[in-house]
């Protein structure tokens, strides 16, 4: 079964960077699309920046210019590069995955980023 394992998370001081990581373990599958979701305590879960097979980007708003989305498909694995990061980009941030063949959405566990001085 498809499991999606994320590291990279911790604490960071504003204007740092992070370095997340999403490894998919379990069967072989492709994904047609994988991103990048927050979601800060009390708050909505927002799109953070999406990758698909093709590297086509999407990213939100208020990272554009700062994070950089990445996938290797030979090991399915995705990357989210995040520099000069701010207090705001604190949450909880989750992998998710999308079969190309079910179109079926896989989700990580989550991992805490924090910013603060």
């Known amino acids: 079964q498809v499991q999606l394992v994320e590291s990279g998370g911790g604490l960071v001081q504003p204007g740092g960077s992070l370095r997340l990581s999403c490894a998919a373990s379990?069967?072989?599958?492709?994904?047609?699309?994988m991103g990048w979701y927050r979601q800060a305590p009390g708050k909505q879960r927002e799109l953070v920046a999406i990758?698909?097979?093709?590297?086509?980007?999407d990213y939100g708003d208020s990272v554009k210019g700062r994070f950089t989305i990445s996938r290797d498909n030979a090991r399915n694995t995705m990357y989210l590069q995040m520099n000069d990061m701010k207090p705001e980009d604190k949450a909880v941030y989750f992998c998710?995955?999308?079969?190309?063949?079910?179109?079926?959405?896989?989700w990580g566990q989550g991992n805490q980023v924090t910013v603060s001085s």
């Open positions: 998710n995955a999308e079969q190309t063949r079910t179109r079926r959405h896989h």
């Open positions: 379990g069967g072989a599958v492709s994904f047609f699309a």
């Open positions: 990758i698909t097979s093709n590297d086509i980007t």
